[in-house]
């Protein structure tokens, strides 16, 4: 299975994007745990959202409030609504994906199964 990640881009602070990350060879949602991180340069891995199978949701404090997440099954998709973006969100974001059903055990990278290529996220003040 493979994730793929959309939706990166250039916006001015204060702006909005939405990311996307779709499951691809075979890959289904149903069952898994989903999140997004976030390295910015020189900075590790963040976790900034995760949503788990009953699509019980939580977030990073520094975007709790301005971010979303959620999860579209029948289409295999996550998506992360990104709001009142600000340059210290300026990161490269990666979906990830764990065989489970709860975000309590999928906190750092190592403990995913999958992992996207990641999309470049710049905000501009």
């Known amino acids: 299975g493979q994730l793929v990640e959309s939706g990166g881009g250039e916006v001015q602070a204060g702006g909005s994007l939405r990311l996307a990350c779709t499951a691809s060879?075979?890959?289904?949602?149903?069952?898994?745990?989903l999140a997004w991180f976030r390295q910015a340069p020189g900075k590790e891995h963040e976790r900034v959202s995760c949503i788990n199978r009953n699509s019980m949701t939580n977030y990073a404090d520094s975007v709790n409030g301005r971010f979303t997440i959620s999860r579209d099954n029948a289409k295999n998709t996550v998506y992360l609504q990104m709001s009142s973006l600000k340059p210290e969100d300026t990161a490269m974001y990666y979906c990830?994906?764990?065989?489970?059903?709860?975000?309590?055990?999928?906190?750092?990278?190592?403990?995913?199964?999958?992992w996207g290529q990641g999309t470049q996220v710049t905000v501009s003040s």
């Open positions: 060879d075979g890959l289904t949602f149903e069952d898994n745990a």
């Open positions: 990830a994906a764990k065989y489970g059903p709860f975000c309590s055990d999928f906190q750092q990278p190592s403990e995913s199964d999958f």
